[in-house]
């Protein structure tokens, strides 16, 4: 049931009335050409299914013209449109394997700053990590755990981040009001690579924990497991016309 | 005998815009048994947040960045396409307006919840004055009303509220 409510969102995340246009998807191993003008998105999802196939996972590049702002939200062409490379939907059977737990994805994109955007129906829009794509280099971002925060889930951090009783319960057919959560484990030097990516030279992303940004989803919205808790919000300034100036958030780090 | 057909039809059309929200998104009545506590009214719906400590500015602007985060939400509904024509659309509309709302407040209670904020329920009658017959985001015409802005972040800083404490 899990499983087809994050389809069920990840085929509304991804349908928009504009005409499909083109977009970032895992690549098949097969169909890997390694081109050193783009950035690649290296990253484990899980938990997987008995096909191998893991529950999607949202990234999303960052405007460098507007902090805080993604490049790709809702409601432009389907972040999984072949042409759409500013944005990505990471899930499904393309990948390069699984041990069991989690599968391992490729994927090309724009290269710049990036943020692991959300998953299932949920934006991380509240706090999530932050990282650099650079043009030839595939960054390992680590591995991503997903789950409904229904009290279900088989890790015990996701499980341990279940939502108030009414919300859990929500609903008959489909619970709208559920949001997801991700737990994110940096990449390590002896992750295991297949040697048709690892002969390209992998760069270990450096993550940039608790960068916040829009809820480009238009969805549900959640703060990834494990940052520093939320800050306050710094109250608007008056200047002496009386006109108030919205402030900077205040955990932005620069470049997001 | 045609028009008494169509009549029929229409009446029945009507009958399934105005009693299918109620099986929508399966949302509680306004006033229910079983919420003695809060006298009856929906918990999920009439409430508001309040931080013990917390200056009004700062409320006003935790408010703001979370109505913020808020506001946009679509339900699956406005994101696929719904068949059933006009009456289909219309039934749909209706759906996805309940949907939003739930979503919305679901949204609130985690972000104003992330922020440390605790959630108390707040009598209908003067919830319904409150946000002036809106909701904690936004009003009837879908925009953020800075008036009610204001009250939140008024009550959200005043005095610890009497009423009862929900979970967040």
Not at chain 1, 55 to 78: C, E, I, K, N
Not at chain 2, 121 to 148: A, C, F, M, S, T
């Amino acid at each position: 049931m899990n499983r087809s409510l994050a389809l069920l969102a990840a085929l509304a995340a991804s349908f928009v009335a504009v005409p499909a246009a083109m977009a970032a998807n895992p690549l098949k191993p097969e169909k890997f050409v390694f081109d050193p003008a783009r950035g690649y998105i290296l990253v484990r999802v899980g938990p997987v299914g008995d096909s191998g196939n893991a529950d999607p996972v949202y990234f999303v590049r960052m405007d460098p013209a507007h902090p805080g702002q993604t490049l790709w939200s809702f409601g432009m062409r389907p972040i999984n449109s072949k042409k759409e490379s500013d944005a990505a939907m990471v899930w499904g059977g393309d990948n390069f394997g699984n041990d069991g737990k989690t599968s391992l994805y490729l994927v090309p994109v724009n290269p710049g700053e990036w943020v692991i955007g959300g998953a299932g129906g949920t934006s991380m829009s509240l706090g999530s990590y932050g990282f650099t794509v650079k043009p030839g280099e595939i960054t390992y971002v680590g591995t991503i755990l997903t789950g409904r925060e229904n009290g279900k889930s088989d890790i015990p951090e996701i499980k341990a981040a279940t939502l108030s009783q009414d919300l859990v319960e929500f609903g008959t057919l489909m619970n709208i009001v559920m949001s997801d959560a991700i737990l994110v484990t940096p990449s390590a030097a002896g992750d295991p690579i297949p040697e048709a990516i690892a002969s390209h030279g992998v760069t270990h992303a450096s993550l940039i924990p608790g960068v916040r940004f829009n809820n480009f989803l238009a969805a549900m919205i959640n703060r990834a497991i494990g940052l520093e808790e939320l800050e306050h919000q710094l109250p608007a300034v008056v200047d002496s016309q009386g006109a108030a100036e919205a402030p900077e958030a205040p955990s932005t780090p620069s470049g997001y | 005998m045609r028009s008494l057909s169509y009549a029929r039809v229409a009446a029945a059309a009507l009958a399934l815009v105005i009693v299918a929200p109620a099986f929508a998104a399966d949302p509680p009545a306004d006033k229910e048994a079983g919420n003695e506590e809060t006298g009856g009214d929906d918990p999920a719906k009439f409430f508001l947040f309040h931080l013990d400590g917390v200056g009004f500015e700062t409320a006003k602007a935790d408010y703001s960045y979370c109505i913020d985060q808020s506001k946009g939400i679509l339900s699956l509904r406005d994101k696929m396409p719904s068949g059933g024509g006009l009456l289909g659309a219309l039934i749909n509309g209706r759906m996805a307006q309940i949907d939003r709302f739930r979503m919305r407040n679901a949204a609130m209670r985690k972000c104003m919840g992330l922020l440390g904020y605790a959630r108390y329920h707040y009598p209908q009658d003067e919830w319904k004055i409150l946000v002036k017959e809106g909701d904690i985001v936004v009003d009837n015409h879908n925009k953020v009303d800075p008036e009610v802005v204001d009250r939140l972040a008024r009550y959200a800083s005043g005095p610890t509220p009497t009423t009862k404490r929900l979970e967040p």
